[in-house]
């Protein structure tokens, strides 16, 4: 009788608590899934069979049908989808990599080492880049304006700026930094639309490419610095100890302990970049639209077109599933710690 | 102590290292001398401006024009012109609009008349936020850039508290404000502990816990517009899977999109479907990094499971615990895509975010007032973060 209460190890469970860790999972899953097999039978179903009312299970309640699925992949709809399927398959893990590799190397910067940016620098700056701005408004081309507020900004950085003393530390540039997410996507996506539009890069890849890895670099660097200031600095010692650089030290030593993180990580940004709407909806007009806009676009004048909806929205979950399914070992019981032994 | 000498070689923005120290949390404990024969090439020398550099050009490429670009849009009024548009520079009438004028009802919330309740509870929450300043003026460590960010912490909480209690009850209405913070603090909580309890049952060794693992992630991958489409099917109440549920409540013509606070709890449980998985895989990641050696230990002294949980494995999880907090309340506040597509903002405006807000004047090419919404967003998200950060972060993760 006691034994169903003990568990036979640290990590495994008892008898009695498997069942009821079992049963707690089971239900959440059963949330998780619900909605989604209501997805899954809508996609088969056709708008009277939605109209109509409820029904539950395919060839009992109603006739499933293919015409969703052919209407999206080989009827009107395809030419579009498979695009923008092909766009995102290539704009949204290129901005995550980036991203991760970007704001790895920060976040691994923002732990080890100590930076003392002075407040006097950083006004002159904005105080630099503002005027530049009125001078671009006031209608001087831009590189001329650049390259005067640039000259500005070094000397008043060798004169004035000197004086203010005061100094911020890293987790002011860290606050600084996730602070650039707390603008809504809907206020700055004018002013980044005629960005762009002066650099005519509108509608290219490059454009969503850049606007994504800035905008979750910040998500980025905030997971990665907890995941490497939890490796332990002995490591990095020994290392150096032993002649390797900076750059060794964070290529074979911090990377590889990372790697849960650094998976986690991937994949949100991976997640977020593949699904992110607004901003592909003003950065692209017809050449490298994504899926997010597609499946907006079913919401037609004729009513939103669920069974359209349904089969996109799934077409879209499956390569995530595929790369989460294919990742998810390395999140996973570290490398640090060794194997976990029954 | 210090590899580098310091001061006089600084050049540029400040930005290189000043210091080859590698950070401890305990400084007593950091010993650069160990580093002597280490780092002497010059290009090692740069190693710390190498990391930091892409990233601070990237941000300040792409976050500066946008940041000033929008602010001064939101000073102004915006027309179409001729051959594109014009912008009328009109001060903060964007702003007073939004606290005084038109808008007020709208952003801030029709204020009910005050009654002996909201007294009441104002007048608690004027004596906790006195004693908060009270306490810290009489403790040892006061400096001015501490106490002017407690007084504004004061005025601010104050101020939401005022506008709170005259638009919750007595025939008030929420404001956009109003409603996104119930969005964000509703939404976070349960995500949260959802995400936790999630991640204790999956680190278990259970056989089977990797296939709910990918299950748990599911919700998070569709994009957010075909959640809230999805959800709206689900919660139609007379084509939906539910409906035999309403039926059998005597609910089938009662349309919770019509009942103010039934269209907000099933905005938020779209909400926290979404976003758990995103808790989840992170306290999942940390869960499982975090060392065996110290429960162990704790075991064999006798320790239960939850003195396990409360002394070893809490305080490892912290951090990231903060972390994603924060990073969960910056993302919740611009919560839009669930209440546009579920509801409409309806009934009226009664689940309006600030977000959809802002979204509703750009789309009435209202960009001025617009942007003056999403600023004011900016400053309430600014406003809760720091003192997230400020406050609870530091204290909560230095006093381990």
């Keep these: 009788m006691k034994s169903w209460f003990q568990s036979k190890s640290i990590n495994t469970p008892s008898p009695v608590g498997a069942v009821l860790s079992y049963l707690m999972l089971g239900v959440w899953a059963f949330l998780i899934l619900f909605p989604l097999y209501w997805l899954v039978i809508t996609s088969f179903k056709i708008s009277s069979q939605v109209a109509e009312g409820p029904f539950y299970i395919p060839f009992v309640d109603f006739k499933p049908t293919l015409d969703a699925w052919k209407y999206i992949l080989v009827g009107d709809l395809s030419k579009d989808t498979l695009r923008n399927f092909g766009n995102t398959i290539i704009v949204a893990p290129v901005s995550a990599l980036l991203a991760l590799i970007f704001g790895a190397t920060a976040a691994y910067a923002l732990v080890r080492f100590e930076y003392r940016p002075r407040v006097g620098a950083i006004l002159t700056f904005i105080g630099c880049v503002g005027l530049s701005i009125v001078i671009i408004t006031l209608g001087v081309p831009w590189q001329i304006a650049l390259a005067v507020s640039a000259a500005i900004f070094f000397i008043l950085l060798q004169t004035i700026g000197r004086r203010f003393k005061r100094e911020l530390g890293n987790n002011d540039i860290a606050f600084w930094m996730i602070s650039q997410r707390m603008l809504p996507p809907v206020a700055v996506v004018i002013p980044i639309y005629i960005l762009f539009q002066r650099l005519h890069l509108l509608d290219t890849y490059t454009a969503l490419i850049i606007t994504y890895v800035t905008s979750n670099l910040p998500i980025v660097i905030w997971l990665m610095r907890d995941y490497i200031s939890t490796i332990p600095i002995e490591l990095e010692e020994c290392a150096s100890i032993d002649g390797a650089s900076r750059y060794r030290i964070f290529w074979s030593i911090v990377l590889p302990l990372a790697i849960p993180g650094l998976v986690a990580t991937f994949l949100f940004v991976l997640v977020f970049t593949w699904n992110e709407y607004l901003l592909a909806l003003f950065l692209s007009s017809a050449k490298v639209q994504t899926l997010p806009l597609t499946i907006a676009a079913q919401n037609a004048t004729r009513g939103p077109q669920w069974w359209n909806m349904s089969v996109l929205i799934l077409i879209m979950i499956v390569p995530v599933i595929v790369i989460a399914i294919i990742l998810e070992r390395y999140i996973t019981r570290g490398l640090l710690i060794g194997a976990v032994k029954g | ?400």
């Design chain 2, 1 to 400: 102590m210090n590899i580098l000498p310091q001061g006089p070689t600084r050049i540029g923005l400040g930005l290189e290292p000043t210091s080859y120290q590698i950070m401890n949390t305990e400084p007593e404990e950091s010993q650069p001398s160990r580093f002597n024969g280490a780092i002497s090439t010059l290009i090692d020398r740069l190693a710390g401006s190498v990391f930091i550099m892409p990233t601070v050009l990237a941000l300040l490429f792409l976050s500066i024009f946008p940041l000033i670009g929008s602010l001064y849009v939101s000073l102004a009024k915006f027309d179409i012109a001729k051959g594109g548009y014009k912008l009328t520079f009109v001060g903060l009438g964007n702003y007073k609009k939004l606290f005084v004028g038109s808008e007020g009802d709208h952003f801030l919330g029709k204020f009910a008349p005050s009654t002996p309740l909201t007294w009441v509870v104002f007048g608690l929450v004027v004596i906790a936020l006195a004693v908060f300043l009270a306490r810290y003026l009489l403790s040892v460590k006061v400096s001015t850039g501490g106490l002017i960010g407690r007084v504004l912490l004061t005025l601010g909480s104050g101020m939401l508290t005022w506008m709170l209690v005259h638009t919750l009850w007595n025939g008030g209405r929420l404001g956009t404000a109003s409603v996104t913070l119930v969005y964000v603090f509703v939404g976070i909580f349960f995500q949260y502990t959802l995400g936790l309890s999630l991640a204790m049952l999956t680190v278990q060794n259970l056989p089977g816990r990797r296939f709910f693992r990918v299950i748990f992630l599911l919700p998070m991958m569709i994009t957010p517009v075909g959640v809230a489409y999805m959800f709206r099917m689900l919660t139609d109440t007379s084509k939906g899977p539910f409906t035999p549920i309403w039926e059998s409540l005597g609910l089938i013509n009662f349309s919770w999109v019509n009942n103010a606070w039934g269209a907000r709890t099933a905005i938020l449980i779209g909400d926290i479907w979404q976003w758990t998985p995103f808790m989840f895989i992170v306290l999942v990641a940390a869960l499982e990094s975090q060392p065996i050696e110290p429960i162990e230990a704790a075991t064999v002294d006798g320790a239960n499971s939850w003195q396990i949980f409360r002394y070893i494995t809490w305080p490892a999880i912290l951090p990231v615990t903060m972390t994603l907090m924060l990073i969960r309340l910056i993302e919740a506040f611009k919560i839009v895509d669930l209440p546009n597509v579920m509801t409409n903002g309806g009934p009226g405006t009664a689940t309006q975010s600030l977000t959809y807000h802002a979204y509703i004047n750009w789309r009435a090419l209202n960009i001025g007032g617009s942007a003056a919404v999403a600023y004011m967003l900016l400053f309430l998200v600014t406003f809760f973060a720091m003192i997230f950060v400020n406050l609870i972060r530091q204290r909560t993760v230095e006093t381990l």
